[in-house]
């Protein structure tokens, strides 16, 4: 199995977490800053680094499961990122995530995380939900 790519695409930041290779396991990395184009340089460097072919990205759709302006420019990211990897892009809902990653984040005896450490949680609860949807019976 290869390792796969999970992101929490903001306007600000990008949280990141990578599977293991078993795909059963996450694990949230720093979170990167979008300004000047940092994140998606890093982003290509982390795919060509794990040698990564899919990559799973939340969209923030409303209740209805409908597309909002956060999603398009969610979209817009990624399209971009296709043009200079190639991968596969996931889109997978993340409604609530930032809420249940603050939840695991409190839970985890944190009283003081940032928003980077909410990305970064973020992340790797959208590609944990991936991973699980999406077991090889392994």
Same mark, same amino acid.
Request: hydrophobic share 40%; proline share 1%.
């Given at each position: ?5 999970? =992101?929490?695409?903001?306007?600000? %930041? ?11 396991? /996450?694990?949230?990395? @720093? /979170? ?9 340089? #890093?982003?290509?460097?982390?795919? #060509? +680094? ?8 939340? =969209? @923030? =759709?409303?209740?209805?499961?409908? *597309? &909002? #302006?956060?999603?398009? *420019?969610? #979209? &817009?990211?990624?399209? %971009? +990122?296709?043009? %200079? ?7 997978? $809902?993340?409604?609530? /995530? ?12 944190? %009283?003081?995380?940032? *928003?980077?450490?909410? $990305?970064?949680?973020? !992340? ?6 991936? =991973?699980?949807?999406? *077991? /090889?019976? !392994?």
């Amino acid at each position: 199995m290869e390792r796969i790519l999970g =992101l929490d695409v903001g306007d600000k %930041r990008v949280g990141v977490a990578l599977s293991d290779l078993s795909g059963r396991y /996450t694990s949230s990395l @720093p /979170t990167l800053l979008r300004a000047g184009g940092k994140a998606e340089d #890093e982003i290509l460097r982390l795919i #060509e +680094l794990h040698g990564v072919k899919i990559v799973v990205v939340g =969209l @923030p =759709l409303g209740a209805g499961g409908e *597309k &909002n #302006e956060q999603c398009l *420019k969610i #979209e &817009n990211f990624c399209r %971009r +990122l296709l043009k %200079r990897a190639l991968v596969a892009v996931v889109y997978v $809902d993340e409604h609530l /995530t930032s809420e249940e990653a603050k939840e695991r984040l409190q839970a985890m005896g944190r %009283r003081d995380f940032s *928003k980077g450490d909410v $990305d970064a949680m973020s !992340a790797s609860l959208i590609l944990q939900s991936y =991973l699980n949807q999406n *077991k /090889t019976g !392994a």
